[in-house]
């Protein structure tokens, strides 16, 4: 099993691009079964999580191809759907991943029928696919459970006015998929305006379909007969570009990410800057440049364009050393605090009251052998290593992998001290 290794005290510095981000690229993989015909996208990140679905689309009868790469098309991929497709998404395949979720409207609303089984994903609290099975019974699909799996079906969808009980982001773009195809006219409202939404809603104009609103609470879509293939290139990581600006923070480096949107970062950006931090604007890219001293800040995550809940953790490492005591509330998911214990073997002093984190600045952290319990804690992790005196020792970095490409890479050509060991501890 891989495992991370982290030698604390380099100041990072210098220029890094971030890759395609993973909550676009499975809605589009997605997408592509909405329409016959070869799908070209770009930008596609190289993550575990997009590996496993693009199995998951193979094994429906998707053929898939990685052309070389050139300038103007990293991270190529061509989707071909000429045949028979397989309308199963079986357990094997997405009991680690819950965006496999996302086939559902899409093979309703083409096929007439999908089977999926109860996703899975990282252990940060239960993200019911509820509001995604409401959207599709008001669109006239009749949903049932059967041994694990989803099961639903319609002979044509019915364009209908829906609204979300809660913001949900996956559950707005499989309905915003679903509807494209459907008869009518369907609205949905309390939609989530995160980007990725955004760039979900241009892939399908792209292939035809009638959106307007994406980004907005309130999304207008009018179903048409057919959809034609895409061509389309995945926007930007907002996370991972987040992840490196902390990192340039903790460090107090100074690092230019390229590819960083500061309409996609705004809630990051005011609490870096509330930190101590220096945000430059530049073309296409943002610039950090961390303090000598950290300070402590407050902020509850929220839907976009509120602190993303993805970046929680991350920006708990960086105050475990500000001058002073933080308030952090995790308002979306009630169980993503594991990382705090793993923080605490560092010498990070944190104290968890329900959805509420108060972390009291230390001097330094020292480095220690540690585990990552979800995706985005590996990587706070990780950030508290670049700053540990002495080395830290991250395991189980598959975690790591379903939503980072190769950020020990990355980090590395900023200077930083860090290599991946594979095989047994």
Do not use: W
Not at 179 to 193: E, F, I, P, S
Request: proline content about 4%.
């Amino acid at each position: 099993m891989d495992r991370i290794i982290v030698t604390g005290g380099s100041r990072l510095a210098g220029e890094v691009c971030v890759s395609g981000a993973k909550n676009a690229a499975l809605p589009a993989l997605a997408a592509t079964l909405l329409a016959k015909g070869t799908h070209e996208l770009t930008n596609v990140p190289s993550l575990a999580d997009v590996s496993t679905f693009i199995r998951l689309l193979e094994q429906m009868g998707m053929s898939t191809e990685r052309p070389s790469e050139t300038a103007t098309s990293r991270g190529a991929l061509a989707l071909t759907l000429a045949g028979p497709i397989e309308t199963v998404a079986p357990y094997q395949l997405v009991k680690t991943m819950r965006a496999s979720v996302l086939v559902l409207g899409p093979l309703v609303a083409r096929h007439g029928h999908a089977s999926v089984s109860l996703p899975g994903g990282c252990a940060i609290g239960a993200r019911p696919i509820d509001q995604h099975l409401k959207g599709l019974v008001a669109l006239g699909a009749q949903v049932r459970l059967e041994h694990g799996d989803v099961v639903a079906t319609a002979e044509r969808l019915i364009g209908a006015p829906f609204r979300f009980d809660v913001v949900s982001v996956t559950g707005t773009e499989n309905l915003m998929m679903a509807a494209t195809l459907a008869k009518g006219r369907t609205v949905l409202q309390n939609a989530a305006r995160e980007p990725e939404v955004v760039d979900l809603a241009l892939m399908l104009q792209s292939m035809g379909a009638k959106i307007s609103g994406a980004g907005t609470e309130t999304i207008t879509i009018d179903g048409v007969e057919a959809l034609s293939s895409a061509r389309h290139a995945i926007v930007e990581d907002r996370v991972e570009a987040g992840t490196l600006l902390v990192a340039a923070a903790i460090t107090g480096g100074d690092v230019l990410v390229k590819g960083a949107r500061r309409e996609h970062l705004a809630a990051v950006l005011e609490k870096l800057r509330g930190a101590g931090a220096e945000i430059l604007y530049e073309e296409d890219a943002l610039r950090c440049r961390g303090p000598e001293r950290l300070r402590p800040v407050e902020f509850e995550t929220e839907p976009f364009p509120g602190f993303p809940t993805d970046m929680q953790a991350q920006l708990m490492a960086l105050l475990t050393l500000a001058d002073g005591t933080s308030r952090i509330t995790e308002s979306v998911f009630e169980n993503r605090f594991m990382h705090v214990l793993e923080l605490g073997r560092m010498g990070a002093e944190i104290r968890v009251d329900g959805r509420v984190a108060t972390v009291t600045g230390v001097r330094e952290l020292s480095g220690a052998p540690v585990m990552a319990t979800d995706l985005r804690a590996s990587a706070s992790l990780v950030l508290a290593g670049l700053r540990a005196r002495g080395q830290t020792e991250v395991q189980r970095v598959y975690h790591l992998d379903r939503g980072y490409d190769h950020l020990e890479t990355k980090l590395a050509s900023l200077g930083a001290r860090i290599e991946r060991l594979s095989g047994r501890v």
